[in-house]
């Protein structure tokens, strides 16, 4: 498979960022929106709900947007068929799972929620749905540019119906649950179309090929699991001793800043699948093209983080008047620690992704994701300063700076063991 050329990244984007631009409306807008209706308190157990959906969410997804993608790319129609039956038939047994997981966390973590057994079915069924969209096909076959006009329509309506009908944390959740679930099916219909001649008389669901998707997403679900340990497993495990008023802060301030850190995901989705060809030339094409993205990241958030400190000062009587029951000044102290996310990760994914390129680096990069993740969650779970929404933020912060150091470290290592161009 070749790969586009850059100049149809005009095409290609536009689209991508239409619709991400409809995502980031959900928490620009939707969230204030819902915490002032609703309160600090029921907006806290939404924060629960919320982090723990997306923890999960990694587990049911299999670590397949990575190794799968890395696979596809090169692949034709019968191996992509045979690929697609693997995924699919695993995430439906990593489910069950995270089904039960997501009871044990209200029952374990939350012992005093008001609608446990609520609370649990709101957790395991956003975790479904949220981790099985076929985003790894849509990926290595670099069709997102296509798929983003999908995602602009459910979005769209979403963002509609949150803002006339969400009244309330169940409203809320059963909107997000359709709207996930249906990007889920369209994406997997989407998939068995292209695929057609490969999948004729065949179902997805397949026994024999849940080992072996198993075994081909094992390598990258400890990844994926700790990758979500920033934004989710933090807050999560943080949750048995914060307070659920300074739980909704932090989650409604990661949510914010998170938004434009997922503006960057068309641009990490175009991007690298290039990367993974580029190595078949050697991992010095594919190093400058991550630099180069890596420069311009890096610079875009410091333009970011600069932005938003300047127009805080005329943002903080609106949030004051409108988020009823949260502080602006914790607002603020919270923002300014996580907002340090943005040129730090827009810059180092770039890097990240180049790791997984080759497939070379996967164990500097397993070690550094899970390592940063174990100390990130052991000190968000035991350090009392985490028990504060600025502290927590501080620990998320520390902990994507380590990922960062431990694999530049686990480049060095790698590189001086195996020695050569790594391909």
């Known amino acids: 498979?070749?790969?586009?050329?850059?100049?149809?990244?005009?095409?290609?984007?536009?689209?991508?960022?239409?619709?991400?631009?409809?995502?980031?409306?959900?928490?620009?807008?939707?969230?204030?929106?819902?915490?002032?209706?609703?309160?600090?308190?029921?907006?806290?157990?939404?924060?629960?709900?919320?982090?723990?959906?997306?923890?999960l969410s990694t587990l049911v997804e299999g670590g397949f947007l990575a190794a799968a993608t890395r696979v596809a790319v090169h692949a034709d129609a019968a191996e992509r068929w045979r690929l697609a039956r693997q995924v699919f038939s695993a995430r439906c047994v990593l489910a069950l799972p995270a089904t039960l997981l997501a009871f044990a966390a209200v029952h374990w973590i939350a012992p005093q929620a008001t609608h446990p057994w609520a609370d649990g079915a709101a957790i395991a069924g956003l975790a479904c749905a949220l981790g099985a969209p076929a985003t790894w096909y849509l990926q290595a076959t670099q069709q997102l540019g296509r798929w983003a006009r999908v995602e602009l329509v459910v979005y769209g309506l979403l963002l509609g119906a949150c803002w006339a009908f969400a009244t309330s944390v169940a409203a809320f959740v059963l909107l997000q649950l359709a709207a996930s679930a249906c990007l889920a099916w369209a994406g997997w219909r989407w998939l068995r179309r292209d695929l057609a001649g490969a999948a004729e008389a065949h179902r997805l669901w397949s026994a024999p090929?849940?080992?072996?998707?198993?075994?081909?997403?094992?390598?990258?679900?400890?990844?994926?699991?700790?990758?979500?340990?920033?934004?989710?497993?933090?807050?999560a495990a943080a949750s048995a001793q914060l307070a659920r008023a300074e739980l909704g802060v932090y989650v409604m301030v990661d949510r914010i800043v998170r938004v434009f850190l997922a503006a960057a995901e068309p641009i990490f989705g175009v991007v690298y699948p290039h990367i993974v060809v580029l190595f078949q030339t050697g991992a010095r094409a594919a190093l400058r093209l991550a630099l180069r993205w890596a420069v311009l990241g890096a610079a875009t958030g410091v333009v970011l983080m600069l932005l938003a400190h300047a127009l805080w000062p005329w943002l903080e009587p609106i949030a004051s008047r409108r988020l009823a029951g949260f502080d602006p000044a914790l607002l603020a102290a919270t923002f300014t620690v996580l907002a340090w996310l943005w040129p730090l990760l827009l810059g180092w994914k770039f890097i990240g992704y180049w790791m997984l390129g080759s497939g070379r680096f996967d164990a500097a990069y397993r070690v550094a994701m899970v390592a940063g993740a174990v100390v990130g969650v052991l000190a968000a779970a035991r350090w009392s300063g985490a028990s504060r929404a600025p502290g927590l933020a501080s620990v998320a912060l520390g902990a994507e700076v380590l990922v960062a150091l431990l694999s530049v470290a686990g480049i060095a290592v790698t590189l001086r063991v195996r020695g050569g161009d790594p391909r």
Not at 212 to 230: D, E, F, N, S, T
């Open 209 to 235: 090929a849940v080992l072996p998707g198993l075994r081909l997403g094992a390598r990258m679900l400890p990844v994926a699991i700790a990758g979500a340990a920033y934004s989710f497993a933090l807050p």
């Open 1 to 55: 498979m070749t790969s586009h050329p850059p100049s149809r990244l005009s095409r290609t984007l536009p689209p991508m960022y239409a619709a991400a631009a409809t995502r980031a409306a959900l928490p620009l807008l939707v969230l204030p929106l819902l915490a002032s209706r609703i309160g600090a308190e029921a907006f806290g157990r939404l924060g629960f709900i919320l982090v723990w959906s997306g923890l």
